[in-house]
């Protein structure tokens, strides 16, 4: 199947600084990538819809202006958390799109 | 809108054992169901997928029946082992939301 590969897959930071998360598709062209979100012991849950050339759709719910998307080319989005804080701990994982969706390996942020 | 309901766990087996994690879901027009699994410190992988109604998706001996009359994709195994100690989450797509609705997922421990 095709490859998505994120980085980093670990990354603490201190509250207040920004971290930008790569999600590169490897072998494939996408178009349009998904940025998930997972809390401990809970499911995925879809936070924006990441469009290459054009801005990002987020979910109800999700800041825009805390978690900036840019999908600047057709293997490369990246997620920026903003001035992170211990809240925004958790695991974030992209996937992109060739019909069927298959998914990076995950990166786990946490803000101390 | 679409949902998908899990059967809770944590699911504890010894190894050999039967597996059957319940899923079953609610979704406007006709649905692609997944169940992708999630090693330790992993992203999430296609474990088996079916498209239409009555197809049986079959993986590493995992198998899930897409029933659209009971509107269910039990994922079953006949006799587990150990690295398959994962947590499992059953999936479904649509076209008309363009986007993966996860379960909550089910941690499955399997003993030796």
């Known amino acids: 199947g095709a490859v998505v590969s994120q980085h980093p897959s670990w990354v603490i930071c201190k509250s207040g600084t920004s971290v930008k998360i790569e999600c590169r598709s490897l072998?494939?062209?996408?178009?349009?990538m998904f940025w998930y979100r997972q809390f401990p012991k809970q499911s995925l849950m879809l936070m924006a819809t990441?469009?290459?050339?054009?801005?990002?759709?987020?979910e109800q719910g999700v800041e825009k202006d805390k978690f900036l998307i840019n999908h600047a080319s057709l293997t490369l989005s990246t997620l920026t958390v903003t001035s992170a804080h211990p809240e925004d701990s958790s695991f974030y994982i992209c996937?992109?799109?060739?019909?069927?969706?298959?998914f990076g390996e995950g990166s786990r942020l946490t803000v101390l | 809108g679409n949902s998908v309901t899990q059967m809770e766990g944590p699911v504890t087996l010894s190894e050999e054992a039967f597996l059957t994690i319940n899923c079953t879901y609610t979704?406007?027009?006709?649905?692609?169901l997944f169940w992708y699994v999630q090693y330790p410190g992993e992203g999430l992988q296609l474990l088996l997928k079916?498209?239409?109604?009555?197809d049986k998706g079959s993986n590493k001996g995992f198998e899930a029946t897409y029933r659209k009359e009971t509107t269910s994709f039990h994922l079953e195994k006949g006799s587990v082992q150990v690295s398959d100690s994962a947590v499992y989450f059953c999936?479904?797509?649509?076209?008309?939301?363009?986007?993966?609705?996860f379960g909550s997922g089910t941690q499955l421990t399997v003993l030796p």
């Open positions: 996937s992109g799109n060739t019909g069927e969706l298959f």
């Open positions: 072998d494939f062209q996408a178009t349009t």
């Open positions: 990441s469009n290459e050339g054009s801005k990002a759709t987020y």
């Open positions: 079916a498209t239409k109604a009555d």
């Open positions: 979704a406007t027009g006709y649905p692609s």
């Open positions: 999936a479904l797509w649509t076209g008309s939301a363009r986007q993966l609705t």
